[in-house]
């Protein structure tokens, strides 16, 4: 089974960039279109940004649209998800995830295997 691996969370100010990255143990993700979704506290989960096994296409939220980025090394078997002008609505749980058919969607449903989460907080 594929298992995630988020890494990069933490704690950064209004304005500020963070990197979360995505890695695989076990199997090969570069099969698989990957997704990052957050979740703030009392708030459902939402989509934020895919990339197909590929990398050729990408998809984001109307939220984070011109400030976030999403790519793939797939060299490094790693998808990365880089976070500019960060606000404080920002902050939630971060989670990548992977799903076949290797098509973008921002729909949770349609993922399979998911990671443990990191946390991205943003103080104003």
């Known amino acids: 089974q594929l298992r995630l691996v988020e890494s990069g969370g933490g704690l950064v100010q209004s304005g500020g960039s963070l990197r979360l990255s995505c890695a695989a143990s076990?199997?090969?993700?570069?099969?698989?279109?990957i997704g990052w979704f957050r979740r703030a506290p009392g708030k459902e989960r939402e989509g934020v940004a895919c990339i197909t096994s590929s990398g050729g296409s990408t998809t984001f939220a109307d939220s984070v649209k011109g400030r976030f980025t999403i790519s793939r090394d797939n060299a490094k078997e790693t998808v990365y998800l880089q976070m500019n002008s960060l606000k404080p609505e920002d902050t939630a749980v971060y989670y990548c995830a992977a799903k076949l058919p290797a098509m973008c969607t921002l729909s949770p449903n349609s993922y399979a295997f998911w990671g443990q989460g990191t946390q991205v907080t943003v103080s104003s």
């Open positions: 076990r199997f090969s993700l570069n099969a698989y279109a």
